[in-house]
């Protein structure tokens, strides 16, 4: 599975970007489970930013208590693609912003899949 992220940039504190990331599944039967985006800033852990998961009832969508109300995450499934809308940028946005899914596939059960991360800087 590759995922390809995009969108990353550089903007002043209250800013937009709008990232993307298309998931390109290798096996003909599959189901993404979750599709995600995290963030690492320097000197810091990674950590989760906004996820949207599949359930029988429909997708559960949360977001890290820092985001909440400028972020929005969303997945065109028709496209395997997750959108990470991102609004009232703050320079403490400032990271490396990462893709994330977790696919099941017959073969290899379900897997977690990472792009390979694209750099957002937000200046005061």
């Known amino acids: 599975v590759q995922l390809q992220a995009s969108g990353g940039g550089s903007v002043q504190a209250g800013g937009s970007l709008r990232l993307s990331c298309a998931a390109s599944?290798?096996?003909?039967?599959?189901?993404?489970?979750?599709m995600g985006w995290y963030r690492q800033a320097p000197g810091k852990q990674r950590e989760v930013v906004a996820t949207?998961?599949?359930?029988?009832?429909?997708?559960?969508?949360r977001y890290t208590d820092s985001v909440k109300g400028r972020f929005s995450i969303s997945r065109d499934n028709a496209k395997n693609t997750v959108y990470l809308q991102m609004n009232s940028l703050k320079p403490e946005d400032t990271a490396v912003y990462y893709c994330?899914?977790?696919?099941?596939?017959?073969?290899?059960?379900?897997?977690?899949?990472w792009g390979q991360g694209t750099l957002v800087t937000v200046s005061s």
């Open positions: 949207d998961t599949t359930t029988a009832s429909g997708p559960i969508i």
């Open positions: 994330n899914t977790n696919m099941w596939t017959p073969a290899t059960g379900s897997v977690d899949y």
């Open positions: 599944p290798s096996a003909s039967f599959f189901r993404i489970n979750v």
